[in-house]
T-cell receptor, first 118, second 117 residues
Framework: EPEVTQTPSHQVTQMGQEVILRCVPI?????FYWYRQILGQKVEFLVS????????KSEIFDDQFSVERPDGSNFTLKIRSTKLEDSAMYFC????????????????FGPGTRLTVT | AQTVTQSQPEMSVQEAETVTLSCTYD???????LFWYKQPPSRQMILVIR??????QNATENRFSVNFQKAAKSFSLKISDSQLGDTAMYFC??????????????FGTGTRLTVIP
């Protein structure tokens, strides 16, 4: 079965630094998402992306965050100036054409990137 | 945004027994989707089962089934013949479809299920 990949698996950064989290969605998918999960809490929607632009974003996704699909395969989340409260697991997900027996709206999740801000 | 509520922070079940996890949601939309995700200690999000709101028939997937009560906005998960590998955090989620077709998920706070041998 195809899978979403994310790199790195764990990123440690100092407060105020910029980080870029990388994701490779399923190749024929059309919709891309970022979610975050602070340790011990629920998974929260950050942003969805379609046709090379943001579809929706949550209140969490402020000016410190940006997303980009720089080429045909990668999907990135950038945090410009990290804060302690940005420490969380960040999940990338994609959905799309409904191949492989899945409905078009079903999201494949990547394994996550654990971001630790010190 | 949609609100999803899971009122059971923790549950346990004996191996081979049946357990039901509760979920309620709040939405003003008519077209939406509901999901149960499993998160084992590895923290990978694994889709367990899905339900389209326009379908009255409850979804089933092997040992997993749902009880979807649209009027009550209730979406519970039943796990039959529980296995040790079912031990995980279970999240209920509601998917709201946007104008672009993106299906943004909103999650509950989760239920930690432990299967006891």
């Amino acid at each position: 079965e195809p899978e979403v990949t994310q790199t790195p698996s764990h990123q440690v950064t100092q407060m105020g630094q910029e980080v870029i989290l990388r994701c490779v969605p399923i190749s024929n998918h059309l919709y891309f998402y970022w979610y975050r999960q602070i340790l011990g809490q629920k998974v929260e929607f950050l942003v969805s992306f379609y046709n090379n632009e943001i579809s929706e974003k949550s209140e969490i996704f402020d000016d410190q965050f940006s997303v980009e699909r720089p080429d045909g395969s990668n999907f990135t989340l950038k945090i410009r100036s990290t804060k302690l409260e940005d420490s969380a697991m960040y999940f990338c997900a994609s959905s799309g054409t409904g191949n492989s027996g899945r409905a078009w709206y079903e999201q494949y999740f990547g394994p996550g990137t654990r971001l630790t801000v010190t | 945004a949609q609100t999803v509520t899971q009122s059971q922070p923790e549950m346990s079940v004996q191996e081979a027994e049946t357990v039901t996890l509760s979920c309620t949601y709040d939405t003003s939309e008519s077209n939406y989707y509901l999901f149960w995700y499993k998160q084992p200690p590895s923290r990978q999000m694994i889709l367990v089962i899905r339900q389209e709101a326009y379908k009255q028939q409850n979804a089933t997937e092997n040992r997993f089934s749902v009880n979807f009560q649209k009027a009550a906005k209730s979406f519970s998960l039943k796990i039959s013949d529980s296995q040790l590998g079912d031990t995980a955090m279970y999240f209920c989620a509601s998917g709201l479809t946007s104008q672009t077709g993106a299906n943004n998920l909103f999650f509950g706070t989760g239920t930690r299920l432990t299967v006891i041998p």
